[in-house]
């Protein structure tokens, strides 16, 4: 009998998540409730884009993050957006 090499194919998807600090170059669109929450409780807010940090700065005084500025957009055209920036 004559033994055959077997061959193992392995599949692995990596993800490569970089945090390389443009989040908190943006003021960012968060739910109005979340804004006073954190700022009675001192607790954390996720932002539509995905970034949770806890609001300690004037947003005015910085550009609205580009992808919450789009996912607001789709928000409003479809009749929502109880949403500030924050």
Known sequence: MI????T???ERTEIAITDD???DRYAHYVRKEDIVRA???GVPVVALCGKKWIPNRDPSRYPV???CQE?????RAAGG?????G
Do not use: K, Y
């Open 39 to 41: 700022n009675v409780e």
């Open 3 to 6: 033994s055959r090499p077997t």
């Open 21 to 23: 600090g443009d989040h």
């Open 8 to 10: 193992i194919t392995e």
């Open 71 to 75: 996912i607001m957009g789709v928000i």
């Open 81 to 85: 957006g109880d949403q500030s920036a």
């Open 65 to 67: 993050c580009p992808t």
